[in-house]
């Protein structure tokens, strides 16, 4: 199956600062994909929709200054969480959408913010 | 709004046995259907999709059904063993396939 990669795995930032959490479609292009958060215990929720060459679309609650968007290629989009709070410590995971509509999932990336 | 539902949180089952897991959805049509796998710490790996206008489709010891009039999916594990414990995820998604939601997950433990 295609394969999606997540960098960095794990990250932990101190309150305030910004942090940017990169995911890859590696073979195969995607002109669509997807970031989710995920609580403990919790399913996946979707926070935002990435277009490659345009913005994303955020779902509602999600606010759009906070966590920012970019699918600068085919292969690359990347989520940057601004001004981190403790709150915002969570299990963010990436997917990418191939042409039969399949979505494959990153392995994830824990944030933890203190 | 659109609502996903799986059918319990969590489901024991003898391994050797076929384990059988529901999904049902409402206020939704959605013209595909994936199944995941999602263990602890990990992202969610994709298990088959299944399309609207197809009944039913199997994966070596997988099978999904999907049932429009009844707005249901099931998914079976036949012949199930400990490693097929983790979480199932039902994900139907739209026309566009622009995006998938997921349902609560069940989690699934096969004991020896």
């Known amino acids: 199956g295609a394969v999606v990669s997540q960098h960095p795995s794990w990250v932990i930032c101190k309150s305030g600062t910004s942090v940017k959490i990169e995911c890859r479609s590696l073979d195969f292009q995607a002109t669509t994909m997807f970031w989710y958060r995920q609580f403990p215990k919790q399913s996946l929720m979707l926070m935002a929709t990435s277009n490659e060459g345009s913005k994303a679309t955020y779902e509602q609650g999600v606010e759009k200054d906070k966590f920012l968007i970019n699918h600068a290629s085919l292969t690359l989009s990347t989520l940057t969480v601004t001004s981190a709070h403790p709150e915002d410590s969570s299990f963010y995971i990436c997917?990418?959408?191939?042409?039969?509509?399949?979505?494959?999932f990153g392995p994830g990336t824990r944030l933890t913010v203190t | 709004s659109q609502k996903i539902e799986q059918n319990s949180e969590a489901l024991n089952i003898q391994e050797g046995k076929t384990a059988t897991l529901t999904c049902n959805y409402t206020?939704?049509?959605?013209?595909?259907l994936q199944w995941y796998r999602q263990d602890p710490g990990r992202g969610p790996v994709f298990l088959l999709l299944i399309r609207e206008n197809e009944k039913e489709k199997r994966k070596e010891r997988l099978k999904v059904t999907f049932d429009t009039t009844l707005k249901q999916s099931l998914f079976h594990i036949t012949a199930s063993q400990p490693a097929d414990s983790a979480t199932y995820l039902c994900a139907p998604s739209d026309s566009s396939a622009s995006k998938i939601i997921f349902g609560s997950g069940t989690r699934l433990s096969i004991r020896p």
């Open positions: 206020n939704y049509s959605p013209a595909y």
């Open positions: 997917s990418a959408t191939t042409l039969t509509y399949e979505q494959y």
